[in-house]
């Protein structure tokens, strides 16, 4: 790479939180113009502050204690309000992570995307609407007279992200802080946002600062890559180098927790344990003036089965169905049409295997935050799944929770906290153990680790594979992320539109995927592959270099 | 001593000063506080009178002991029935939902949409005008608010993913509503129990005003507070006693609520 000038110098900047508490530590970084740099780190790292410092838009408790940061070699530190606000938007723009709450609800798109315009260029109106169309175009949409004229919530998630991109583009700012841009995004569209991203910025010769959690997603598109833990730059390099030959611990640690897949396992596959038949679900025929809507059909016949000892992973893109096929297997919905077997028995409220369903089938949900009752002690929250058990008395049950808060090491004095005290993956460690502690047959687990951060998911995870190993229950694993899937399932349902794409053993759709729309899943995500010398080397799963389709288009209709 | 155990001894200390004097004057005023004196009339605060005298010559001190515990009666007893029914019925709405709901809710609009003080009028006069009558009117009165801060509050809970890890276990609906559903709407009916409590002295003042409240002469702050009108620029004493005594019993069932809502929340006992 030809040497190009400086463009944004951080030098041994701290940030304090007060009390000595150091959010950021004496951290340095070097961005040339037109550079990609990735920071990677788990939340609390750090890198959402430094990326904020770069603005100077840190909330008003985090101080600078140390340090400066140089963009074309002007302190930010030295300049007055009116002199920032000559370089947010024209020479370092934003793009957030939430594109539902980062576009101003009450306003239309075109007057958002002209408010920066005008804010910082003389032209009259109009002259800068062939701008805002072209740019537009550019991030993909099309019916751009028509967007203009739009609210943000008629727009998907994915568009909206693009708007947001556009709106970031249209001053040509020789910076772009992306931070985690497409988390909020399904697996497809977060390809193509990415990459349109990065293809609009290298045009413009736009430096990028690209923020992210997720560490394939970085290797693939960052030049050189930041990593960050509690505050401190651990390890900073070329993205190649940092990944072939990891010099830090820590880096090695973020490496070790991507999904490894595992020796497929041995099945027993003659009487399932669970089986579904049909399964439709309609929801609403919501009443209008006079005449009934159309039902919004949200399953469309889905049958499958879940046999003792097994590991389902069920995919898709969120809409998919996935979640409400969950709900209906843990008994939390019923379907509108179609039945559910339990150990070949039907399965009806009131017939004679509900009990033992009820009792058997357990549910872990995604968020930890929301799923344990905030005032209850983590003892009594594991203790309350035993209270209809039969034939176990008081001491009986006392140990029970006693081996369940073990099982997912929260022994000691755990059991007395409350869940504001605990992490997030502690909270999903209480979760687990409230399902455990009734030794089920079935546990369903929607999204499970998807809130947590990427050690901790890996701990969960690893938690989960181990418990399911040794006490042999089944397990619906729900889950739009492919990798988790391909290191914990033993057989994947591909979820499509409340239909089966495509189901299989793991193996056999993860390596020779036959339906469409489980290659492009599977295309959508970088992966990286242990190297046996210690470090991973990326790869995509199948033909890279698709080409970046335009999104699908126009504002939906609300 | 933090501000949180200081705010719950200063509502501590104000409330059982109140009901300490609630008890006392059952069995002892200095003066008695329906007996005139003609001599005496609009007596400034002194030796004598520590709080001066009224138009009557009553003693204000005695009054306002007798009137304590007629008032914190009447509102704490309106207080406890409004919640009482407020936070069943609206944790009934909120968690049945569907029509049950629906029914409940316009009738709970319907009492809405009169303001309060207009209800327990017509009320009264239906139930006439006595202590319990007026308890009753304005508990019927209040609860509506309740219903409808506890049925949204319940919506919202309903949705949250414990209640359904609730249900997936195979809980009945009744102890998912008692055990997980009811304890996490105490904090804003704590808020809205306290508030409520002034506002019912302050609408008993007004009944009493109207002529529909406690019958004269029996004190109450409330028509203490009204019977100063017309004196209050010879004798500012008979407005300015009755309503600190208003305000500091507020003061301090408001800090003693706020106080107790933190100790009943696992979140604000302890940090990690």
Redesign the interface.
């Known amino acids: 790479m030809t040497p190009s000038p400086t463009l944004l110098q951080i030098q041994n900047l701290s940030l304090s939180a007060g009390a000595g508490k150091l959010v950021v530590r004496n951290a340095s970084l070097q961005l040339a113009a037109g550079e990609i740099v990735g920071i990677v780190g788990e939340s609390g790292s750090g890198k959402t502050m430094l990326s904020r410092a770069v603005m100077r838009l840190t909330p008003h408790a985090i101080s600078r204690s140390a340090g400066d940061i140089l963009l074309d070699g002007q302190s930010l530190y030295a300049m007055n309000e009116r002199q920032l606000r000559a370089v947010r938007g024209p020479r370092v723009a934003m793009v957030f992570q939430e594109p539902m709450t980062s576009l101003t609800p009450t306003l239309s798109i075109g007057e958002q995307l002209l408010e920066g315009l005008r804010m910082h260029l003389p032209q009259a109106r109009e002259e800068h609407m062939p701008r805002i169309h072209a740019m537009l175009e550019r991030v993909g949409l099309r019916d751009t007279q028509r967007i203009l004229s739009a609210f943000p919530h008629e727009f998907s998630g994915g568009m909206r992200q693009r708007i947001m991109i556009a709106s970031a583009m249209l001053l040509r700012p020789a910076l772009l802080i992306a931070d985690e841009p497409t988390t909020a995004l399904d697996a497809v569209v977060q390809r193509e946002v990415m990459e349109m991203m990065l293809e609009l910025t290298r045009e413009n010769g736009t430096a990028v600062l690209l923020i992210s959690h997720d560490l394939p997603m970085v290797a693939r598109y960052a030049d050189r890559m930041v990593v960050m833990k509690q505050g401190d730059i651990v390890e900073t390099g070329p993205t190649a180098q940092v990944l072939a030959a990891p010099a830090h611990d820590y880096t090695r640690q973020l490496l070790r927790t991507l999904p490894q897949r595992r020796a497929p396992r041995q099945i027993d596959r003659t009487a399932p344990l669970m089986s579904a038949r049909d399964l439709v679900l309609e929801f609403g025929g919501r009443q209008r003036w006079f005449r009934k809507g159309a039902p919004a059909r949200v399953l469309k016949g889905i049958s499958l089965d879940i046999f003792p000892g097994e590991v389902v992973a069920v995919v898709g893109e969120s809409g998919s169905g996935k979640t409400t096929l969950g709900m209906i297997l ?3 919905l019923q379907p509108t049409s179609g039945s559910l077997r339990y150990k070949g028995q039907p399965l009806l409220p009131g017939s004679p295997g509900f ?1 033992d369903y ?2 058997n089938c ?2 872990v ?3 930890p935050y ?6 209850m ?1 983590v003892q009594a929250l594991v203790a ?2 035993l ?2 058990a039969e034939g176990l008395s008081a001491s009986d049950k006392r140990e029970r929770v006693q081996q369940a808060l073990a099982d997912v090491g929260l022994g000691g004095d755990f059991a007395t906290r ?1 869940p ?2 605990l992490s997030g993956g502690q909270r999903q460690r209480v ?1 687990i153990a ?1 399902v455990l502690v009734r030794r089920p047959a079935l546990m369903i687990a929607d999204e499970a680790v998807s809130a947590l951060d990427v050690t901790v998911r890996a701990q969960v995870l690893d938690l989960l594979a181990e418990l399911q190993q040794r006490y042999g229950f089944s397990c619906l694993f729900i889950s739009h992320d492919l990798g988790v899937v391909e290191q914990i399932a033993d057989r994947v349902i591909v979820v499509q539109g409340g239909v089966i794409a495509e189901q299989g053993t793991r193996d056999a759709v993860f390596d020779q995927p036959q339906n469409p729309y489980t290659r492009q899943l599977l295309d959508a995500i970088p992966m990286l592959q242990a190297t046996p010398d210690g470090g991973v080397h990326l790869r995509w799963r199948h033909a890279e270099g698709r080409t970046n389709a335009p999104a699908d288009n126009a504002a939906y209709p609300a | 001593m933090n501000r949180r155990s200081l705010s719950f001894w200063l509502g501590a200390g104000l409330v059982s000063v109140v009901v300490v004097v609630a008890l006392l004057a059952t069995f002892w005023t200095p003066y008695d506080p329906l007996k005139l004196d003609f001599k005496t009339r609009l007596a400034a605060p002194g030796w004598q009178h520590w709080m001066g005298t009224d138009e009557l010559g009553r003693d204000v001190l005695s009054r306002l002991m007798r009137g304590t515990a007629t008032s914190i009666r009447i509102s704490l007893s309106t207080v406890f029935l409004a919640t009482f029914f407020g936070v069943l019925i609206g944790a009934l709405s909120g968690y049945l939902r569907g029509w049950p709901d629906r029914i409940l809710m316009a009738i709970n609009d319907a009492l809405l949409a009169f303001p309060g003080l207009l209800m327990a009028l017509g009320l009264l006069a239906v139930f006439g005008a006595s202590t319990s009558g007026i308890i009753i009117a304005l508990a019927l009165a209040y609860a509506s608010s309740v219903v409808r801060v506890v049925r949204g509050t319940v919506l919202g809970l309903r949705e949250r993913d414990f209640v359904r890890a609730s249900r997936v276990m195979g809980n009945s609906e009744t102890y998912t509503l008692l055990r997980h559903v009811l304890p996490n709407c105490i904090a804003p009916v704590i808020v809205m129990a306290t508030s409520m409590c002034g506002w019912i002295i302050l609408a008993e003042s007004s009944l009493s005003f109207l002529g529909l409240g406690v019958a004269p002469p029996a004190p109450t702050w409330g028509n203490m507070l009204a019977g100063s009108r017309s004196y209050v620029s010879q004798a500012a004493w008979l407005a300015i006693f009755p309503g600190l005594a208003i305000s500091l019993a507020l003061l301090g069932i408001n800090l003693l609520g706020d106080a107790l809502r933190d100790r009943l929340d696992p979140r604000m006992r302890r940090r990690v």
């Open positions: 843990s008994g939390l009990k009820r009792y357990q549910m949900f995604q968020d929301s799923s344990l009752d905030p005032r002690t309350e799944a209270r209809m409350y504001h005290e979760a409230r």
